[in-house]
């Protein structure tokens, strides 16, 4: 009877799985934005991008994830909640020096949902 349950379960993921494909990062980028950063439970991907200096960043964030999360930077600024299955896209003003930033969920920083900002020469 096991068996049997195990093998209609894995037929059954196969069929809802069946013809999907994963999606570049890239090719969801919206046209008024420079980097795309998707929210997942619990980690940003990439988790590290490279920002010329001085250029004001203009960044998509994308929550893939099952529950709310959102971005927020050590010199105060913050994206607001972003909800399962939407995104946005923020200015972060023009960087100077590299940062970090982070998830301010409770214990989504902790569980390391960070993103490293490293700011370039250009």
């Known amino acids: 009877m096991r068996r049997q349950r195990d093998v209609i379960a894995a037929a059954t ?34 988790d590290r991008i490279e920002v010329p200096a001085g250029e004001v960043v203009r960044l998509h964030l994308r929550n893939d994830g099952g529950i709310v999360h959102d971005l927020v930077l050590d010199d105060g600024w913050e994206s607001g909640d972003v909800l399962p299955g939407q995104g946005a896209t923020f200015e972060l003003g023009p960087r100077t020096t590299s940062t970090v930033a982070w998830c301010s969920i409770p214990g989504h920083r902790d569980a390391g949902m960070e993103l490293e900002i490293v700011v370039t020469d250009g």
């Open 13 to 46: 993921l196969l069929a809802l799985t069946a013809g999907c494909v994963a999606e570049p990062l890239d090719a969801a980028l919206p046209d008024d934005a420079d980097v795309l950063v998707v929210a997942e439970d619990i980690f940003f991907a990439p």
